[in-house]
Nanobody, 128 residues
Framework: QVQLVESGGDLVQPGGSLRLSCATS????????IGWFRQVPGKEREGVSF??????????TYANSVKGRFIISRDKPKKMVYLQMNNLKAEDTATYYC???????????????????WGQGTQVTVSS
């Protein structure tokens, strides 16, 4: 059974940093594209960052809004995926979801339809 469990969300001041974690189980973490979406109530979900599946050299994808500030990584032995978020802004406030692609070996993509497995979300609030 595929499981994705996020943690690490918190209240942080603008300019601060947070690291989100996604604990995975039920599959081999480096076989699949995996990453993060975020959502603010009343707005569409936004793809944030993704790392590719097996055979794609761990290539990464970032939304323009987070490039240069967020870094995605994957720890294969620990079956964990991380999102290091730096220089946080008020507009980064959202619920962040860890997601996994439907099939093995895909490149990471901001396209929501590629991801069939979602965690329960963790809240990030950026405010002074």
């Amino acid at each position: 059974q595929v499981q994705l469990v996020e943690s690490g969300g918190d209240l942080v001041q603008p300019g601060g940093s947070l690291r989100l974690s996604c604990a995975t189980s039920g599959f081999t973490v480096d076989d699949y594209a995996i990453g993060w979406f975020r959502q603010v109530p009343g707005k569409e979900r936004e793809g944030v960052s993704f790392i590719s599946g097996r055979g794609r050299d761990d290539s990464t994808t970032y939304a323009n809004s987070v490039k240069g500030r967020f870094i995605i990584s994957r720890d294969k032995p620990k079956k964990m995926v991380y999102l290091q978020m730096n220089n946080l802004k008020a507009e980064d406030t959202a619920t962040y979801y860890c997601v996994r692609a439907w099939a093995r070996g895909w490149f990471g993509s901001l396209e929501e339809a590629r991801y069939g497995y979602w965690g329960q979300g963790t809240q990030v609030t950026v405010s002074s």
